[in-house]
């Protein structure tokens, strides 16, 4: 198998795994179900490329000088831009009971406060691993810095498209929500190029999330 097919595959993996759990007619315990396990279906793909094909080394390093402090200023840039954005445009305008329940299958309502620390630690660093290490990453062997953040920004941004699809109403809404992903996707590619590790586009990463769990934790349980 070709790098190319591999590439391609990991483009859409995370979209073709969420067009089945987030749109499946199923009950909820195989929902979430699937969930988990389409995510480390899709997850493993880097992994059994780089170290079982290709048979790379693992090479663990420490965040570069000024790294973590350029992860943790773009993070606090953009989650006060997400809040900022939901208080003067989105707050009381949404339907809530509707989205609290299409995300109950999941677990998030009644086990709240330990999914937003797994998605702002766990997952966001599954995703930079994912997007930015592997994607990113295999596409600058073939093409310049800001090609590659595009393009893998689009794929990070078509997961997003299919998920947020699901659950958030009105077409105008969730085009400005991707356009905002997609963004923070270049984002995140150029700081994982320009700081040389996951580190600093993970902590931003982590920021962001962390905004965006305060926003759904305002539209689960604030009334």
């Known amino acids: 198998m070709s790098r190319r097919v591999v590439i391609g595959i990991a483009f859409f993996g995370h979209a073709?795994?969420?067009?089945?759990?987030?749109?499946m007619d199923a009950s909820d315990s195989v929902r979430g179900a699937v969930y988990f396990s389409s995510k480390l279906l899709v997850n493993a793909?880097?992994?059994?490329?780089?170290?079982?094909?290709?048979?790379?080394?693992?090479?663990?390093?420490?965040?570069?000088?000024?790294?973590?402090?350029?992860?943790?200023?773009?993070?606090?840039?953009?989650?006060?831009?997400?809040?900022?954005?939901?208080?003067?445009v989105l707050a009381g305008r949404m339907d809530s009971d509707t989205l609290r329940a299409k995300v109950a299958a999941y677990g998030v309502v009644d086990h709240f406060f330990l999914f937003a620390p797994f998605l702002c630690v766990?997952?966001?660093?599954?995703?930079?691993?994912?997007?930015?290490?592997?994607?990113?990453?295999?596409?600058?062997?073939?093409?310049?810095?800001?090609?590659?953040?595009?393009?893998?920004?689009l794929g990070f941004t078509l997961h997003h498209i299919v998920v947020l699809s699901a659950y958030v109403p009105g077409v105008v809404l969730i085009v400005v929500l991707n356009a905002g992903v997609f963004a923070g996707g270049v984002i995140w590619a150029v700081l994982y190029e320009k700081r040389g590790s996951i580190y600093a586009p993970w902590l931003s990463h982590m920021v962001v999330d962390a905004a965006v769990m305060m926003v759904a934790y305002d539209l689960l349980f604030g009334g």
């Open 122 to 153: 766990v997952n966001a660093g599954l995703e930079e691993y994912y997007w930015r290490w592997f994607v990113h990453g295999e596409l600058r062997k073939t093409m310049r810095t800001m090609p590659a953040a595009v393009l893998s920004a």
């Open 45 to 88: 793909i880097p992994l059994i490329w780089i170290f079982g094909v290709k048979r790379e080394r693992f090479a663990p390093s420490l965040p570069k000088r000024g790294a973590l402090a350029w992860g943790l200023g773009t993070g606090v840039f953009i989650g006060v831009f997400i809040l900022a954005f939901y208080e003067l």
């Open 16 to 23: 073709a795994a969420a067009l089945l759990y987030a749109r």
